[in-house]
């Protein structure tokens, strides 16, 4: 073997084995396979979630919009598009979570960032949420896009309670 090139998940590698005896070129081959397994855990593109927190909401009332980052080392905040009829506002600063896992030596990282949204419906009707572009890791990625329905409700901000109760005891 004279050259050997390899890329994984945009990591390049270029190895050149010449004259070397048959023992070390295994042991090189050993070190990298080794080596590339501790790396692949750091190789794990970046993945973008949205959500809502239900389909079916009330005029008046917001639905929660969340958007996931999850392994991103780095990212930019998403500008919400308008969407006719309803108001769109930050839920506040985004959360963020690490967390690092060690099973028989094997050592893996998960990172995520949460950021909510709350879109409030000032109408009746179905809502859609177009694709979000995200800038991460120096990429764009979009989200799928996503709706939801708004109804009016029947009693407005009210809400009906009937307690039933014995005449000795409620």
Do not use: H
Request: with cysteine; proline share 4%.
């Amino acid at each position: 073997i004279s050259d050997c090139r390899f890329t994984i998940a945009d990591l390049k590698y270029t190895i050149t084995l010449t004259t070397m005896k048959p023992t070390t070129i295994y042991t090189t081959i050993a070190l990298l396979v080794l080596t590339l397994c501790g790396l692949s855990n750091s190789a794990i593109a970046a993945d973008v979630d949205a959500r809502l927190s239900t389909k079916e909401g009330w005029v008046g009332m917001p639905v929660v919009l969340q958007i996931s980052i999850i392994n991103a080392a780095d990212y930019e905040q998403p500008t919400i598009p308008d969407i006719a009829g309803c108001d769109i506002r930050s839920a506040g600063a985004p959360s963020q979570s690490s967390q690092i896992t060690i099973i028989n030596g094997r050592q893996t990282q998960k990172r995520s960032v949460v950021m909510q949204y709350l879109i409030t419906p000032r109408r009746e009707g179905t809502f859609e949420i177009p694709a979000i572009t995200l800038k991460v890791d120096g990429r764009n990625v979009s989200t799928d896009k996503l709706r939801f329905v708004a109804s009016k409700s029947q009693t407005g901000n009210l809400l009906f309670v009937e307690i039933d109760g014995g005449k000795d005891k409620v």
